[in-house]
């Protein structure tokens, strides 16, 4: 059971706009910064949005990140089938001394 | 271009030793603090231990913590995780993952990934 919770599965259509949402703690969330990392299948993960709300370069726009309290949101809009992936959010927590993912989030693209 | 290896990994029996490299290239390696993570079969990420550039600082996940031993060696440019006293839940593939800002600037966000290393602890 992971201290950062985000729900088991999302789905959507191509071109629509889909959110997944990540909940933490004060000691995570509350107080550091939150990535999130896309995991297509059988591949390492890749870094997608860091420190909330920003995109390493390559990253399309469609992807955009935002950040409130002990809560966070990955926002991917003109959803394609490539998006189809893990999604996971991660940040420091500063009572365990380490990083911690929320439990992953697996997009479908129907 | 920026390229993590991980070497290794493979069949080991519980209660046993293994150790795992991570050999960096394509960026100052003595510059950038270092993670491994796991991720067991069909299973999601979990973050086992990280490694400031200087390596004056480690800290572990508490299901690894007093068996496994995250070091690194600036001069060959790898990162080694030595598992001791190993048991079935530590089968995963082992990820090492560098952190994006250098000499600690940044939060912890990791920007390259190897390939990752497959452990399997079984008798």
């Known amino acids: 059971q992971s201290v950062v919770t985000q729900p088991p599965s999302a789905s959507g259509t191509p071109g629509q706009r889909v959110t997944i949402s990540c909940s933490g703690s004060?000691?995570?969330?509350?107080?550091?910064?939150v990535h999130w990392y896309q995991q297509l299948p059988g591949t390492a993960p890749k870094l997608l949005i860091f420190?909330?709300?920003q995109r390493p370069s390559g990253v399309p726009d469609r992807f955009s990140g935002a950040k409130s309290g002990t809560s966070a949101s990955l926002a991917i809009s003109g959803l394609q089938s490539e998006d189809e992936a893990d999604y996971y959010c991660?940040?420091?927590?500063?009572?365990?001394?380490?990083?911690?993912f929320g439990g992953g989030t697996k997009l479908t693209v129907l | 271009q920026v390229q993590l290896v991980e070497s290794g990994g493979g069949v080991v029996q519980p209660g046993k030793s293994l150790t795992l490299s991570c050999t960096a290239s394509?960026?100052?390696?003595?510059?950038?603090?270092m993670h491994w993570v796991r991720q067991a079969p069909g299973k999601g990420l979990e973050w086992v231990a990280f490694?400031?550039?200087?390596?004056?600082?480690?800290y572990y996940a508490d299901s690894v913590k007093g068996r496994i031993t995250i070091s690194r060696d600036n001069s060959e440019n790898t990162l080694y995780l030595q598992m001791n006293s190993l048991r079935a839940e530590d089968t995963a593939v082992y990820y090492c993952?560098?952190?994006?800002?250098?000499?600690?600037?940044?939060?912890?966000?990791?920007?390259?990934w190897g390939q990752g290393t497959l452990v399997t602890v079984s008798s």
């Open positions: 991660a940040a420091w927590d500063d009572s365990l001394n380490g990083v911690v």
């Open positions: 394509g960026f100052t390696f003595s510059s950038f603090g």
């Open positions: 004060s000691s995570n969330l509350g107080s550091n910064s």
């Open positions: 490694i400031w550039f200087d390596a004056s600082n480690k």
């Open positions: 420190r909330n709300n």
């Open positions: 993952a560098r952190e994006r800002g250098s000499l600690g600037s940044g939060n912890h966000e990791t920007d390259y």
